[in-house]
């Protein structure tokens, strides 16, 4: 992700694919990492430009202008109320912007049918909600759908050997293969979490977007999460994160800082977390440290 400019001061779309899986599902393994498909004559970005979105009747997202690269981890970081949600809506096509545009692989996004759009942006919801009485394999199963289910019920094409192997690649990367066959409402938090991943990172998308995916997990599984992110990465995924945590965020590639709807500052996250910035931000005085690799952010009030 890269910003278009920087300001000072300053919710799924997922697979589309609503309810029952296509049937009994079977297939070898594979845990590598799949590359990204290619566009042929395409720009690998999603970006956004002057963009102005409102919520409701308040203008809560205002010229932004910000670019997101396949092959990174992107977090958009902000205190509540910055618009952090409302321009992740807006950059999967669900909130329509008052100015501005949305660009995917250099075409304007209100250009693109649903199929097309669902089956390259993948969202991860602050909430998912996973039917309790299906089984984790056949959940997964469903991001196969992605914009090619007729009515919300029927698939328009058949199932295939492709299809078995997507879903085996999603179920081993997020390492849910061990309880495929148990139902959703056997899970845990975290583990339904997993799931829900596998199910996005099964529609092979070029781009995942994700609103606060570690909001309700314990540290261990938020840690995890954040590294299941980073594999896709290095397989050449997009990644783009609405994350809380500054200290998670830090392990991101690169930072977009809202405030107030505005951009208030966009980099790698050595020049945006910084006590200057995240004053302005969130108003707190905090000291930002390196601990071997990794930046940590201090609240010092």
């Not at 909130?95 to 649903?114: D, I, T």
């Not at 289910?149 to 492709?162: E, K, S, V």
Request: net charge neutral; aromatic share 6%; hydrophobic share 40%.
């Amino acid at each position: 992700m890269r910003s278009g400019q920087k300001v000072k001061g300053s919710e799924g779309l997922e697979s589309l694919a609503p309810s029952p899986a296509w049937g009994r599902l079977a297939g070898g393994t594979t845990a590598q990492v799949p590359t990204a498909n290619k566009i042929e004559g395409s720009s690998d970005i999603l970006e956004a430009v002057n963009l102005h979105v409102h919520a409701g009747t308040f203008p809560a997202v205002r010229g932004v202008n910000a670019r997101f690269d396949t092959g990174t981890f992107s977090a958009v970081i902000g205190p509540n109320g910055a618009g952090k949600s409302t321009l992740l809506r807006a950059l999967l096509g669900l909130n329509k912007p008052e100015s501005g545009e949305v660009c995917l692989f250099g075409r304007p996004l209100k250009s693109w049918s649903r199929p097309e759009r669902s089956r390259a942006l993948a969202y991860l919801a602050q909430t998912e909600g996973l039917p309790d009485s299906t089984k984790v394999r056949d959940v997964v199963a469903l991001g196969r759908g992605a914009g090619d289910w007729r009515f919300g019920l029927l698939p328009t094409r058949p199932w295939t050997n492709a299809d078995d192997a997507a879903v085996d690649s999603a179920l081993d990367r997020t390492d849910t293969r061990r309880f495929e066959v148990r139902k959703v409402a056997e899970l845990s938090g975290g583990e339904r979490q997993r799931v829900a991943l596998a199910r996005a990172l099964a529609g092979e998308p070029r781009f995942l977007l994700l609103d606060e995916p570690t909001n309700h997990l314990d540290l261990a599984y938020a840690l995890e999460v954040i590294r299941y992110l980073r594999c896709e990465v290095a397989g050449g995924l997009g990644v783009v994160a609405v994350l809380h945590d500054l200290n998670l965020a830090a392990r991101a590639d690169w930072l977009l800082l809202l405030h107030q709807g505005e951009v208030l500052a966009a980099g790698p996250p050595e020049t945006v977390l910084t006590p200057e910035n995240l004053l302005a931000a969130y108003g707190v005085r905090a000291r930002v440290v390196r601990d071997a690799d990794r930046l940590l952010v201090i609240p010092e009030d």
